[in-house]
């Protein structure tokens, strides 16, 4: 099973997203946990997930994620703005493969 994890503001503006992503993960036939949570969340559920995207308005974040995100040894990145305006989740999917992928 491939764990997404999305971290926003609140953890709730990226739900959304988060429903188009499980929908292509669904599509694909990929077995998929795709979750949001608000920033103060992230860093503990980072031990749960295979990836970490961060919303586009937290990209002052990832420096504070990357070691974290180091120590449990898994990718993170900030996702893409245009992606995340236009909720599309076969976008964010296919970046969040992508990372784990090349790890």
């Given at each position: ?76 990145d900030v996702i893409d703005a245009q992606a995340y305006g236009r909720v599309d989740g076969k976008a964010v999917i296919d970046h969040a493969l992508n990372l784990i992928e090349s790890?």
């Open positions: 099973m491939t764990k997404i994890l999305l971290a926003c503001s609140a953890g709730m503006s990226t739900s959304l997203l988060v429903t188009n992503m499980q929908e292509e993960a669904k599509a694909r036939g990929l077995d998929a946990e795709i979750w949001a949570v608000a920033q103060d969340k992230a860093e503990s559920d980072m031990e749960k997930a295979d990836v970490l995207l961060i919303g586009p308005q937290m990209r002052f974040m990832k420096r504070k994620y990357e070691k974290v995100a180091k120590d449990v040894g898994i990718p993170l790890k």
